[in-house]
């Protein structure tokens, strides 16, 4: 056999792409068992096996075998895109020929020989890839004995630095692990904790008011609140001798439960506002034992929360906006039986949303159109009992109104046409115009220079049919048959017409109508 051993790694690896079944391998083998393949798919290892007809995607054939340049695997089936596959030569370490002491021998195989060993010390160095090594350059990591297993421990490098070692406990490490972001908080305030070493000895101290401090600790909120430059201010303001006398007034257990009660975040911002100089002087006026007593009995949950919502800055504000001379005297006139009985009715929820509705711009402008002294007159004359009326009857007819609205201009024409009237009328006259005249109680229509009275027709001419082309009277338009006569009775009067039959014996019968 002959063939060339290439520089290269016997091993490879490829990602499955467009289903693909064949794959080249890129270093030499001896023989088709040579070679092994493994599938990863979704991280699950499958050792393929080989076939000389491989039936699916775990079976294999080879070609190639004793080629210089390698050859080629394929799959039995298509493969599945993103599947990993290892490819590589695994030879028995071992000799399976021997040459004879003297005398001929196969130079061919000899080579064979040769190039297995070379292709076993690339598997031996592919292996070797695969394990930890000392860099080139080590200075101390060589010629290191592995020790003997122990259970729970992890193997570190000894305290001297030369040698390997089984002596930490995993379960210490789980432990640190378990607090890894412990550690990372105390590397991330290492100065402070730096810090507090310098000072151990007060911590020991603080350690043996423990429970002092915890009681102080579950006050951290307060404390949080006092230590703003401004609580700092107003503690300053607040430490004179007076104001401490008045905090021992103060200081009772009935005070100290109001204050307790004042102590939310709220009443502190409050506080924040008042701790002004001038507000601190007023407060010392306040502070004598009849007003500390009036203050025990505004320090009540109830008061307090009340207190709590007015002190807001906002409120405050509005308290100044209404505390003039002119809102004042505005309040005591609201602040009657009945107004606050209106004020009431018009504070429910319909009516806020009303309220809501008609308070913009455009429903302001026009509410001030309105209120004009001719616009509200004219609404009070259309709020009378009898136009309300008239208009919710208005509202069933509202299609016929706007069917009105919509010829306007011809009922306008219209009127200009027709008018009643006890007289002729004598202006605004065009040819056409009509006129009822109630005093002689005739209907006239005007000819362009006078007006004429419209006469009735009471002589009414009738045609046979629709297709008769002369209309005539009644009498002429009948016309009598054999045995049948036609009488008129009471000519220019109430006329009838009698229709007769010569011949009794004849009889006959007419249809009118």
Same mark, same amino acid.
């Given at each position: 056999?002959?063939?060339?051993?290439?520089?290269?790694?016997?091993?490879?690896?490829? &990602?499955?792409?467009?289903?693909?079944?064949?794959?080249?391998?890129?270093?030499?083998?001896?023989?088709?068992?040579?070679?092994?393949?493994?599938?990863?798919?979704?991280?699950?290892?499958?050792?393929?096996?080989?076939?000389?007809?491989?039936?699916?995607?775990?079976?294999?054939?080879?070609?190639?075998?004793?080629?210089?340049?390698? =050859?080629?695997?394929?799959?039995?089936?298509?493969?599945?895109?993103?599947?990993?596959?290892?490819?590589?030569?695994? /030879?028995?370490?071992?000799?399976? &020929?021997?040459?004879? #002491?003297?005398?001929?021998?196969?130079?061919?195989?000899?080579?064979?020989?040769?190039?297995?060993?070379?292709?076993?010390?690339?598997?031996?160095?592919?292996?070797?890839?695969?394990?930890?090594?000392?860099?080139?350059?080590? +200075?101390?990591?060589?010629?290191?004995?592995?020790?003997?297993?122990?259970?729970?421990?992890?193997?570190?490098?000894?305290?001297?630095?030369?040698?390997?070692?089984?002596?930490?406990?995993?379960?210490?490490?789980?432990?640190? +692990?378990?607090?890894?972001?412990?550690?990372?908080?105390?590397?991330?305030?290492? #100065?402070?904790?730096?810090?507090?070493?310098?000072?151990?000895?007060?911590?020991?101290?603080?350690?043996?008011?423990?429970?002092?401090?915890?009681?102080?600790?579950?006050?951290?909120?307060?404390?949080?609140?006092? *230590?703003?430059?401004? #609580?700092?201010?107003?503690?300053?303001?607040?430490?004179?001798? +007076?104001?401490?006398?008045?905090?021992?007034?103060?200081?009772?257990?009935?005070?100290?439960?109001?204050?307790?009660?004042?102590?939310?975040?709220?009443?502190?911002?409050?506080?924040?506002?008042?701790?002004?100089?001038?507000?601190?002087?007023?407060?010392? %006026?306040?502070?004598?034992?009849?007003?500390?007593?009036?203050?025990?009995?505004? *320090?009540?949950?109830?008061?307090?929360?009340?207190? =709590?919502?007015?002190?807001?800055?906002?409120?405050?504000?509005?308290?100044?906006? /209404?505390? &003039?001379?002119?809102?004042?005297?505005?309040?005591?006139?609201?602040?009657?039986?009945?107004?606050?009985?209106?004020?009431?009715?018009?504070?429910?929820?319909?009516?806020?949303?009303?309220?809501?509705?008609?308070?913009?711009?455009?429903?302001?402008?026009?509410?001030?159109?309105?209120?004009?002294?001719?616009?509200?007159?004219?609404?009070?004359?259309?709020? %009378?009992?009898?136009?309300? %009326?008239?208009?919710?009857?208005?509202?069933?007819?509202?299609?016929?109104?706007?069917?009105?609205?919509?010829?306007?201009?011809?009922?306008?024409?219209?009127?200009?046409?027709?008018?009643?009237?006890?007289?002729?009328?004598?202006?605004?006259?065009?040819?056409?115009?009509?006129?009822?005249?109630?005093?002689?109680?005739?209907?006239?229509?005007?000819?362009?220079?006078?007006?004429?009275?419209?006469?009735?027709?009471?002589?009414?001419?009738?045609?046979?049919?629709?297709?008769?082309?002369?209309?005539?009277? /009644?009498?002429?338009?009948?016309?009598?048959?054999?045995?049948?006569?036609?009488?008129?009775?009471?000519?220019?009067?109430?006329?009838? /017409? &009698?229709?007769?039959?010569?011949?009794?014996?004849?009889?006959?019968?007419?249809?009118?109508?």
């Amino acid at each position: 056999m002959t063939i060339q051993i290439n520089d290269t790694s016997p091993r490879i690896q490829y &990602t499955a792409a467009n289903t693909q079944a064949s794959f080249t391998i890129p270093f030499e083998f001896f023989a088709v068992t040579d070679i092994k393949a493994i599938k990863t798919s979704s991280g699950t290892d499958t050792n393929l096996t080989y076939s000389t007809n491989p039936a699916n995607v775990n079976q294999f054939s080879v070609s190639g075998a004793g080629s210089t340049g390698g =050859g080629t695997l394929t799959l039995g089936a298509n493969s599945t895109n993103g599947d990993i596959y290892t490819i590589y030569r695994e /030879l028995p370490i071992a000799r399976t &020929t021997d040459f004879p #002491a003297s005398g001929q021998f196969s130079v061919e195989t000899l080579n064979t020989e040769l190039d297995k060993i070379v292709a076993m010390m690339q598997q031996n160095e592919d292996n070797l890839k695969f394990s930890p090594k000392a860099a080139a350059s080590t +200075a101390n990591t060589y010629n290191l004995t592995f020790p003997n297993l122990v259970a729970n421990k992890i193997l570190t490098v000894n305290s001297a630095g030369n040698a390997l070692e089984f002596s930490q406990s995993i379960t210490d490490v789980a432990a640190v +692990a378990a607090i890894a972001s412990d550690i990372i908080t105390c590397a991330g305030i290492a #100065a402070n904790i730096t810090t507090c070493a310098g000072i151990s000895a007060n911590i020991t101290t603080v350690a043996g008011i423990s429970a002092d401090v915890t009681a102080v600790a579950g006050k951290s909120t307060e404390i949080g609140r006092l *230590g703003t430059t401004d #609580a700092v201010a107003d503690m300053a303001i607040l430490g004179t001798t +007076a104001i401490v006398e008045d905090m021992a007034l103060l200081g009772t257990s009935a005070n100290v439960s109001a204050m307790g009660l004042l102590g939310v975040s709220d009443v502190i911002s409050d506080m924040n506002t008042l701790a002004t100089s001038d507000i601190v002087s007023d407060m010392n %006026t306040l502070a004598t034992s009849a007003n500390v007593t009036a203050m025990g009995l505004l *320090g009540t949950s109830s008061v307090v929360t009340a207190m =709590g919502l007015l002190g807001t800055s906002a409120v405050i504000t509005d308290m100044g906006i /209404l505390g &003039t001379a002119a809102i004042v005297e505005d309040m005591s006139i609201l602040a009657t039986n009945d107004v606050v009985a209106d004020m009431n009715t018009l504070a429910t929820s319909d009516v806020v949303t009303d309220m809501n509705i008609l308070a913009t711009t455009d429903v302001v402008n026009d509410m001030n159109i309105l209120a004009s002294s001719a616009n509200v007159t004219a609404m009070n004359t259309l709020g %009378t009992s009898a136009n309300v %009326t008239a208009m919710s009857n208005c509202s069933g007819s509202i299609a016929n109104i706007n069917t009105v609205a919509s010829n306007i201009s011809s009922v306008n024409s219209f009127a200009n046409q027709y008018r009643v009237a006890s007289s002729d009328p004598s202006s605004s006259l065009d040819a056409g115009d009509l006129c009822y005249n109630t005093t002689s109680n005739q209907l006239k229509y005007y000819d362009g220079s006078s007006w004429q009275v419209i006469s009735a027709d009471t002589d009414f001419l009738a045609k046979v049919s629709a297709n008769d082309t002369t209309a005539g009277y /009644l009498n002429g338009k009948l016309v009598a048959g054999t045995n049948v006569t036609f009488t008129e009775n009471n000519n220019g009067g109430n006329e009838t /017409l &009698t229709i007769a039959a010569t011949d009794n014996s004849i009889p006959f019968a007419i249809a009118l109508g």
